[in-house]
């Protein structure tokens, strides 16, 4: 959106600006309010029409190509961790382990997100880097085949790091 940002209450003319013309500057016009959902590819979560409460209704909320996807990726997650809790938090499927979040995912348009990435040691960044997101997040692009096995080390490496804080 197109946003005129004022710093500070005067202009380049030295006319003063008052709180509610700022406001009203800074405001976006209802064309450009209209064409937020044209944000680019993927950056769109395919969010269900009303809060989940369980895992099973966060991935139910989506098509079935999806679907299969998240319940592949919730298997891999609980196979690496059986003792991990399943939990929704920040309206995404969550994993917890000793009450710290072990790992989570989230379904966007074009891609899964995967969250809670360990920090790990310079091979093993080399093998997330084809996915990195934004933020020490991965993106795991729906058209390619998602990296189970690639899940399975993250969710093991995760829950190391953990138990070793928890020390």
């Not at 790992?103 to 920090?119: E, L, T």
């Not at 084809?130 to 096995?149: A, C, N, Q, T, V």
């Amino acid at each position: 959106m197109n946003y005129q940002l004022i710093p500070f209450p005067l202009n380049f003319y030295c006319v003063w600006y008052s709180p509610q013309a700022i406001v009203a500057i800074a405001r976006p016009t209802f064309k450009e309010y209209m064409d937020r959902s044209k944000s680019p590819p993927g950056e769109r979560e395919m969010m269900p029409a009303k809060k989940p409460k369980t895992i099973d209704e966060y991935i139910e909320s989506f098509p079935k190509n999806v679907q299969s996807v998240l319940e592949k990726l919730r298997a891999t997650v609980q196979e690496a961790a059986p003792e991990a809790v399943q939990s929704i938090s920040y309206d995404m499927p969550t994993f917890k382990l000793n009450g710290k979040r072990l790992v989570y995912f989230s379904a966007w348009k074009n891609h899964i997100g995967f969250y809670s990435i360990p920090k790990g040691n310079e091979t093993f960044r080399k093998e997330l880097s084809p996915y990195e997101g934004e933020k020490g997040s991965l993106r795991f692009p729906l058209e390619k085949p998602i990296p189970y096995d690639l899940v399975k080390k993250i969710v093991t490496f995760r829950m190391k790091e953990i138990q070793d804080e928890n020390k």
